[in-house]
C-alpha cells in the first residue's frame, strides 16, 4: 500500500489498464510516473538499462507487460524487473496477470518470491478487446472472424479491473492476494458479439475460424509471424475451457459485484465507437 505522497509506477501507463489505473491514482492525490517507451524517462521491457530511471523514488508499481505477460520469455524479464525494482526500493508489486496461462503463473510466481509486498490481479478476457483493441475493426466491419469456437468466457470490465489494481496500490489488506477477476457471466464469443451488435444497432456476426486462418490474417494484415503465432497458441490454451468458470476477486478485493457486458456494450454503443467506417 502506498502513502499519498508516494511515487508510484504505472507501465503499461498508455495502454488500455494502465491508463485508467493512472487516472484513478492521480485522482486519489498519488503521484504517478508512466512507464512505457513513449514515457519519460523512457521505459522499454527490451531495454534494460531503462529500468532504473524508471523505479528511481518510486515505491509501489502496477505491472503491466506488453506484449502479453503469458509469451516465452515474458517472466524471465518480469523477474529480473522485479530484481532492479526491489533494489531500488520498491515495496509493492501489483501484476497484471491472465488466467489459465502457464507463462503468466510463472511471472506471478516470480513477483511473489521478489521480497517486495505483492498482489496479482489474474484477469479474464477483457470487454475492452472489442472496443479498445484488436477486435475493434472487426466489430466495425461487422464480421467478427475469431477462434473463439463455442467456448464461454466471463468477460471482465476494464473499470473493474483498474478499481481493483488501484484498490490493492493504495489501500491496505490486499498484500499477498491473487485476485482472479472475471465479470458475473459466461457468454460465448458468439452471444457477446450479438450483444455489441444490439446495443450498437446493426449486425454483426461471429464466424469462428481455426487458429491457423487467424494468425495468417493477422498476418497478412502486418503483425510479425512469431508474434501472430504466440497469440494464437496462446488463444488455443486459454479458450479450450479451462477458463469457463466465474471467479470472486472483483467481489473480495472491492465488496461489490463487477459489471455485465450488457451494460459495457450499452455504455460503449453510446460513444459510437462501433458506428461502422
Ligand atoms: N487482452 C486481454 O483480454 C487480457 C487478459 C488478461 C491479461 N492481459 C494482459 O494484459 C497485458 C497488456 O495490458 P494492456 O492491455 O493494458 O496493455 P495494452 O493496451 O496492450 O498497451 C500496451 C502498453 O504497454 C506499452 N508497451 C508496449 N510495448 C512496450 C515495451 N516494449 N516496453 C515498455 N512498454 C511497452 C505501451 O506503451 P508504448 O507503446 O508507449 O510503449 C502501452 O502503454 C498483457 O500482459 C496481457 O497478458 C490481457
Not at 498482489?119 to 477486435?135: A, H, K
Request: hydrophobic share 45%; no cysteine; glycine share 10%.
Amino acid at each position: 500500500m502506498t502513502n499519498t505522497n508516494d511515487l508510484t509506477l504505472v507501465l503499461g501507463g498508455t495502454g488500455k489498464t494502465g491508463r485508467r489505473v493512472a487516472a484513478r491514482l492521480t485522482e486519489r492525490g498519488v503521484p504517478v510516473r508512466l512507464g512505457s517507451r513513449s514515457a519519460t524517462p523512457r521505459f522499454d521491457w527490451n531495454d534494460q538499462n531503462t529500468w532504473s530511471a524508471a523505479v528511481d523514488g518510486v515505491t509501489a508499481a502496477y505491472v503491466s507487460y506488453s506484449p502479453d505477460v503469458a509469451f516465452p520469455g515474458a517472466a524471465e524479464t518480469v523477474a529480473a524487473f522485479a530484481d532492479v525494482a526491489v533494489e531500488r526500493g520498491v515495496r509493492h508489486l501489483v501484476l497484471l496477470s491472465g488466467r489459465g496461462e502457464e507463462g503468466a503463473e510463472r511471472a506471478e510466481q516470480a513477483v511473489q518470491e521478489s521480497g517486495a509486498a505483492w498482489t496479482i490481479v489474474r484477469s479474464s478476457w477483457f470487454m475492452q478487446n472489442f472496443s479498445e483493441d484488436f477486435l475493434l475493426d472487426a466489430v466495425r466491419a461487422g464480421v467478427v472472424a475469431f477462434p473463439g469456437g463455442r467456448v464461454a468466457e466471463p468477460f471482465i470490465d476494464l473499470e473493474d479491473l483498474a478499481d481493483v489494481a488501484v484498490a490493492a496500490l493504495s489501500e491496505a489488506g490486499h498484500e499477498k492476494q491473487v485476485y482472479e477477476v472475471t465479470g458475473p457471466a459466461l457468454l460465448t464469443f458468439s452471444e457477446a458479439v450479438a450483444v455489441v451488435g444490439d446495443a450498437a444497432g446493426r449486425e454483426v456476426v461471429y464466424v469462428p475460424i481455426t487458429p491457423d486462418e487467424y494468425a495468417e490474417g493477422a498476418i497478412a494484415e502486418g503483425m510479425a509471424a512469431d508474434i501472430a503465432y504466440e497469440f494464437t497458441d496462446l488463444f488455443a490454451t486459454v479458450l479450450d475451457g479451462r477458463n469457463a468458470h466465474l471467479s470472486d476477486g472483483v467481489q473480495r478485493a472491492l465488496g461489490r459485484e463487477p459489471s455485465g457486458f450488457v451494460e459495457f456494450a450499452r455504455r460503449l454503443a453510446a460513444t459510437g465507437v462501433w458506428s461502422a467506417q
